[in-house]
């Protein structure tokens, strides 16, 4: 049977995951009657909650006597490490663009990628029965973006198809609004190389994704770049320097058939398969014949670019919700994202109670908390801080490319607001629908915290876009919350009575009932200054009564925020208090006195 390797690459909500659902369908790898959840591709809680591909995954489908193996990518530019790993499995990548949205930033990121390995696209414009759809302009982007990213001839001259992945239907005629994914099938086989491996060479395989099993546990997934392997052959992992890790045997053999890995007994040069029986190779490992000593050459990641402070949670409250508390099954759980997360980096602290942890952005390290709050830690997790680095001209720090969508009538307070976070307009153009496309190069560091900020002030309208840039010239200071906090003096449960008075002074965050403790963060001062308050003081109960009786105390439903908010939200000295059912602010010092103390010998230094 004929193979074809292909990724699919695009702008997050761009119509990936739909399109890979109706490949399936079309395909016949689904009966008539079974049952199939949309988007089966994003199998993973988070990816179904959020709507969103967090994890690249290979697939795949038979067609007219060819099987087609193919990888479904993240949109999001936080989620890059797996995007760029994946790309050296594949002979071709089909580029997905909004007919509406046009090339947007994680577009240029993954197709630069792809562009330098050499990849020929096949550009699929989506969504073209949108009735806002500027197909000519929008091509006419794409073909811009390639001449940026110094495509070659070859490259340039892509073939084009029109589609809607959620209709199923793909043309090379721009006016069709009705058919099936026939043209995109012949397209894959007909332009898309056969993979350029040696079948006759000794078995060499380039891990490039990593998962556990319960009952095969370490599996490794990637590429066969020559010879074949069979089950139960002996074979031993290099590394990048060719130093020998491991020699075992592959226990178990997987190749993807839809949307399951099948065992099989023999695996041969060009295809995409798991493999079982090594325990300590990982991703970017060669695993080969014990006569091979040469490694192949993995992808370099881009480096991460933000970190924060994981640390064992040591609030009043520690330990009443989670069953994961210690420094130790915070290291172990740490150290195996790290193994299988190559964009991930991971650093003991000192005193052995934290870690640093760097990765792409707000989101990335977001969703390793959640993951990790849901398997029962507990963690006190620091506000985000960019990585700096000493380039030829002194400090440097991270930049990246932000690309606002807007309705007009908040375009100035949008350019007001990045300016104050000492971005730079690059451009600015009307966007269709009354909206504007507005370009920053912006420092990294200027938008920790303001994508909520940004939601308010265009009132949910605005669509904000970030991708990582370039490392530029340290900016200086750049202001942060403008807000101080309101903070227990005391522990116990929040009272009506006293939160009533309190909403004068800002926006709380707690509501009736909640358990509290001192240094626990409780709401938004309207001012600067931070406030310390009483919210568990009761009403005295004396036996003289009022004339009439006690007026109810109505309260404003409290302001609760998510886990990438309170990230976002939090100042140096205070803290994110995360567990299996809670997300608490705090401050990082509980006791008045020592935040005092810690507030002078930082203004002396």
Not at 192 to 199: F, G, I, L
Not at 361 to 377: D, H
Not at 501 to 508: F, K, S, T
């Amino acid at each position: 049977m004929s193979l074809r390797n292909i990724a699919i690459i695009a702008h997050v909500d761009h119509g990936k995951t739909t399109l890979v659902d109706q490949l399936f369908r079309q395909s016949g790898t689904f009966r008539d009657n079974q049952r199939v959840e949309e988007r089966a591709m994003d199998s993973n809680d988070l990816e179904k909650e959020r709507g969103i591909t967090i994890l690249a995954k290979p697939t795949s489908i038979e067609w007219e006597g060819t099987r087609i193996n193919i990888v479904d990518t993240p949109g999001h530019a936080d989620f890059g490490g797996e995007v760029e790993r994946i790309l050296s499995m594949v002979d071709g990548v089909i580029l997905l663009v909004d007919s509406s949205e046009g090339a947007m930033p994680q577009t240029k990121f993954v197709t630069g990628k792809a562009l330098a390995l050499g990849l020929r696209p096949i550009v699929v414009v989506n969504k073209v029965d949108r009735p806002d759809e500027r197909i000519q302009e929008v091509l006419d982007e794409v073909f811009d973006l390639f001449v940026s990213l110094e495509a070659s001839d070859e490259q340039l001259d892509f073939p084009v198809l029109y589609a809607s992945g959620r209709n199923g239907y793909a043309s090379e005629d721009p006016q069709a609004r009705s058919g099936t994914l026939t043209p995109m099938f012949q397209k894959i086989v007909d332009h898309v190389p056969a993979p350029s491996a040696d079948p006759d060479g000794p078995f060499k395989f380039l891990v490039t994704l990593l998962d556990r099993d319960n009952f095969l546990g370490r599996v490794l997934t990637g590429l066969v770049f020559s010879g074949s392997v069979k089950t139960n052959q002996a074979i031993h992992a290099l590394d990048n320097d060719g130093k020998i890790i491991e020699t075992g045997r592959a226990s178990k053999i997987m190749s993807f058939r839809g949307l399951e890995r099948v065992p099989v007994d023999e695996a041969k040069a060009g295809d995409i398969i798991s493999l079982a029986g090594l325990t300590v190779a990982t991703v970017s490992n060669t695993i080969c014949d014990p006569q091979v000593t040469e490694p192949l050459h993995a992808q370099p990641i881009d480096p991460p670019t933000l970190s924060m402070r994981f640390a064992v949670n040591d609030s009043p409250m520690a330990g009443r919700e989670g069953t994961k508390v210690t420094s130790r099954m915070i290291r172990d759980r740490l150290a195996r994202e790290a193994e299988s997360n190559v964009a991930i980096k991971v650093t003991e602290s000192a005193d052995k109670d934290s870690f640093e942890v760097a990765g792409r952005g707000e989101l990335q390290l977001g969703v390793l908390i959640e993951t990790m709050r849901r398997e029962g830690f507990e963690l006190g997790i620091s506000r985000p801080r960019v990585l700096f680095r000493d380039g030829p001209d002194g400090l440097e720090e991270p930049y990246e490319t932000v690309v606002i969508d807007v309705d007009e009538e908040y375009s100035g307070t949008v350019v007001d607001k990045m300016a104050i976070r000492k971005a730079e307009l690059t451009d600015m153009r009307p966007s269709g629908g009354g909206k504007t496309r507005i370009t920053f190069s912006a420092p990294s560091r200027g938008l920790i915290g303001y994508h909520g900020e940004f939601l308010s002030d265009t009132r949910g309208t605005g669509i904000m876009n970030r991708l990582f840039e370039k490392y530029g010239p340290h900016k200086g200071k750049i202001e942060g919350r403008k807000n101080g906090v309101l903070i227990s003096n005391g522990a116990g449960e929040a009272n009506a009575y006293a939160l009533g008075p309190l909403e004068e002074r800002g926006i709380l965050m707690v509501g009736v009932g909640e358990a509290l403790y001192e240094g626990m963060i409780i709401g938004e001062n309207a001012k600067p200054d931070d406030l310390e308050v009483n919210p568990m003081k009761s009403k005295a109960l004396t036996n003289f009564r009022a004339s009439g009786k006690d007026d109810a105390v109505r309260l404003t439903p409290p302001k609760k925020l998510t886990l990438e908010q309170a990230i976002a939200y939090i100042d140096d000295d205070e803290m994110v208090e995360v567990t299996p059912k809670s997300i608490r602010l705090r401050k990082r010092w509980l006791d008045p006195n020592e935040r005092k103390r810690q507030s002078r010998s930082k203004a002396a230094a």
